[in-house]
């Protein structure tokens, strides 16, 4: 939360002074055409340059550099820890101006850019810093006459394409980790959201990472994106967003350097709750939580809700009357819960599979009213396995439930679904709990609880959700070969 009021934030907003250039070696540079318009109001907040192929080639020659013959990859993990840390404070020290451009470029409320997504790109900077210099090499045990050394090393030059979601703690879940690595980085950030992934790469200048190390270019996916997944010298593509577009990232893979390519995509999660929940309260309103959380525009989101028919009536009655409760408004009041959709076109898009949920038969229990840009919380009971509402990722407010007779048929139903991002279940058995967490397939399953974690435990997806890990030491694997060295001695 954060304690600055209202009218304060909308002062700070009018008097915001964004950078605009690309960050590439260490400076800006480019001419600031192309607006950023506020999901807030529809008016541009500033216009920001554009990459093309010349200028993703600077950023990566910039990182090629920094890497092949910069300090950087060459420091005592030691000192990359210490210019981590300074990041981090100096990321901490600018929280509320990070925060503010946040919800100005993608309309999530302030009291959670300032008090959920800037405290975990803080928590994820220092955490990656202190791990730099704990890690350790392997010597197997070999014979009396040979030595063998098993080294990880820093891949090279790591580009990161991320979406505007949540802009910084995507981005940070994989610049945190490759540069604590001793790589070097090139980010584009979502075309929706470049101004507050360009402030980070201002105060990582400021904070001493040598020019070159931390590079930002803004473009169109289409162009700048697939210029960096086409790239010959990034070694590593990172990629945070759409199915859709993961796969284009294996195709510039394929058909340029086989370079590395980690994927987290879309998600339909499911949301198991069975009769014996150890409170139904709870599972209704964090199943409400859940899908309206960031207006539904979350990975995670728990869109399909499974419940056992028992108490199908009670839980969604309760969802229902949670979503109905939400407060939604202006990003900028701390008092707001949920915010605008991020763009025009995604609220058509949104719009859209309503309608198709509508036209399938679903029944609509709460929402589906558009007013400008924002979309009522929107509940559907009566969903069917095939409907599209079951099938597809809305990324918006709109949740699908589903009623279930027994715990195989929800197991059945749960993983009914090309995706395997997350899951939960909700009951007091403890065998039920393990043996439902065995059967469904994902990369996370909650018990009893939803969206809960820290940095120590891996993130990411099965299936058609990808197959890269962020967070956790496992994260680092991404980010280094190993080396094996063999001694005669
Ligand atoms: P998106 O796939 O449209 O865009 C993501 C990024 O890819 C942006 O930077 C965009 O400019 C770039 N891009 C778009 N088209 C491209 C192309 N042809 N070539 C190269 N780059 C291209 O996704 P979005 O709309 O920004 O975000 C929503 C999606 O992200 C949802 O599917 C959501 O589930 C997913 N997401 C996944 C996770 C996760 O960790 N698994 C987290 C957040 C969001």
């Not at 730099?132 to 197997?140: G, I, Y």
Request: net charge negative; proline share 6%.
């Amino acid at each position: 939360m954060t304690d600055v009021p209202y009218e304060e934030w909308r002062a700070r907003a009018a008097g915001l002074v964004p950078h605009t250039g690309h960050h590439i070696g260490g400076e800006f540079t480019g001419t600031a055409a192309t607006p950023v318009v506020s999901p807030r109001d529809g008016k541009t907040i500033a216009h920001v340059a554009s990459a093309g192929r010349p200028e993703v080639d600077a950023a990566v020659a910039a990182a090629r550099r920094a890497f092949d013959t910069g300090p950087w990859p060459r420091l005592a993990p030691a000192e990359r820890k210490a210019a981590l840390l300074r990041w981090a404070d100096l990321i901490e020290r600018d929280r509320s101006t990070i925060a503010l451009l946040i919800s100005l470029e993608m309309g999530k409320p302030i009291s959670e850019s300032y008090g959920i997504e800037l405290r975990a790109v803080i928590n994820c900077v220092r955490w990656y810093a202190e791990a730099a210099d704990k890690q350790l090499d392997e010597s197997p045990r070999t014979g009396g006459s040979s030595l063998a050394l098993v080294t990880r090393e820093p891949v090279g030059v790591v580009a990161a394409v991320v979406p505007w979601n949540f802009p910084l703690t995507m981005a940070a879940w994989k610049i945190a980790p490759a540069l604590a690595s001793g790589c070097t980085a090139v980010l584009k950030p979502a075309e929706e959201s470049p101004l507050s992934a360009l402030h980070l790469a201002a105060l990582a200048a400021e904070a001493g990472l040598p020019p070159g190390v931390f590079n930002v270019v803004n473009g169109p996916g289409e162009v700048a994106g697939r210029a960096l997944g086409e790239h010959p010298d990034v070694d590593v593509l990172a990629f945070t967003g759409s199915t859709e577009v993961g796969r284009h990232f294996l195709r510039y893979a394929a058909g340029s350097n086989l370079k590395r390519v980690w994927l987290e995509l879309g998600g339909k999660s499911p949301n198991i709750i069975l009769p014996d929940a150890p409170d139904l309260d709870a599972a209704a309103d964090t199943a409400a939580w859940g899908i309206f959380f960031n207006a539904g525009e979350m990975c995670t989101a728990p869109s399909r809700l499974l419940v056992h028919r028992s108490i199908a009536s009670r839980v969604v009655d309760r969802v229902v009357a949670r979503a109905e409760s939400l407060r939604t408004g202006d990003p900028l009041d701390p008092s707001t819960e949920m915010g605008p959709l991020v763009s025009l076109s995604h609220h058509a898009r949104v719009m859209s599979h309503i309608q198709a949920a509508k036209s399938d038969g679903a029944r609509l229990r709460t929402g589906a009213t558009a007013d400008g840009r924002f979309i009522a919380p929107t509940v559907f009971d009566q969903v069917k396995p095939d409907m599209r509402l079951a099938r597809e990722e809305v990324f918006g407010p709109v949740l699908a439930v589903l009623e279930f007779d027994s715990v195989d048929e929800a197991i059945t139903l749960a993983n009914d679904t090309d995706y395997g991002l997350a899951a939960a279940v909700w009951t007091s058995d403890l065998s039920t709990a393990h043996k439902v967490s065995r059967s469904l397939r994902a990369g996370t399953v909650w018990v009893n609880c939803y969206e809960e974690g820290d940095m120590s435990v891996p993130f990411g997806g099965v299936k058609q959700s990808g197959h890269g890990r962020d967070k956790s030491l496992h994260a680092l694997d991404k980010y280094t070969d190993l080396k094996t060295t063999w001694i005669e001695l």
